[in-house]
């Protein structure tokens, strides 16, 4: 059973940065495509971006040229680079494992003056 936890997460202003980190445990994390999804309150998850266990980005528009995905496979962590944030980044962020579609527990973003 492959386990996520995230972290990172935090209270930034607009334009600063945030490094986000999920950790897996328990399963083959080389061979899993990876995702970052966020979830506002009252609204839908939205994919942010993904990596495919060949290492291979995709990003969702609204975070192109500003955020970037990367994994450690030594490590069994995939991170998520943020910066030049705004208050519409603002709220949970979730790691999935995209193949077996696990969840981790979510790390709560909020971009503030």
């Known amino acids: 059973q492959v386990n996520l936890v995230e972290s990172g997460g935090g209270l930034v202003q607009p334009g600063e940065s945030l490094r986000l980190s999920c950790t897996a445990s328990?399963?083959?994390?080389?061979?899993?495509?990876m995702g970052w999804y966020r979830q506002a309150p009252g609204q839908g998850r939205e994919m942010v971006a993904s990596?495919?266990?060949?290492?291979?980005?995709f990003y969702g528009d609204s975070v192109k040229g500003r955020f970037t995905i990367s994994r450690d496979d030594a490590k069994n962590t995939v991170f998520l680079q943020m910066n030049d944030l705004k208050p519409e980044d603002t709220g949970t962020y979730f790691c999935?494992?995209?193949?077996?579609?696990?969840w981790g527990q979510g790390t709560q973003v909020t971009v503030s003056p």
């Open positions: 999935n494992a995209e193949n077996i579609n696990v």
């Open positions: 328990g399963g083959p994390f080389s061979l899993l495509a």
């Open positions: 990596i495919t266990n060949r290492g291979m980005p």
